[in-house]
Nanobody, 120 residues
């Protein structure tokens, strides 16, 4: 059974940083695409960062240059380093895993989400 557990969210001031973690169990992330999505109140869930097998990386325009997705295959964990956070980044962040993740279609498995709040 695949499980994804996010951690690392919290309250941070504008301009600050957070690192989110997604610990996966049930199958090795080495063989799967991993994505980070977010959903703000009243908005649709959106893809912010994607790491495909083969090292292909995607970032949404909203986070490009500020967020970095990375994998630790040995520990079966994916990270999202978020720098220079802005109030618009406030959302619940979700980890996602699938054989294929495209810009329009998420993978099959989701974590429970972790809240990120950017406020002074």
């Amino acid at each position: 059974q695949v499980q994804l557990v996010e951690s690392g969210g919290g309250l941070v001031q504008p301009g600050g940083s957070l690192r989110l973690s997604c610990a996966a169990s049930g199958r090795r992330i080495t063989y799967y695409a991993m994505g980070w999505y977010r959903q703000a109140p009243g908005k649709q869930r959106e893809l912010v960062a994607l790491s495909r097998v083969g090292a292909e990386i995607y970032y949404s325009d909203a986070v490009k240059g500020r967020f970095t997705i990375s994998r630790d295959n040995a520990n079966n964990t994916v990270y999202l380093q978020m720098d220079n956070l802005m109030s618009e980044d406030t959302a619940v962040y979700y980890c996602n895993q699938g054989i294929v993740i495209t810009l329009r279609t998420p993978g099959d498995y989701w974590g429970q989400g972790t809240q990120v709040t950017v406020s002074s």
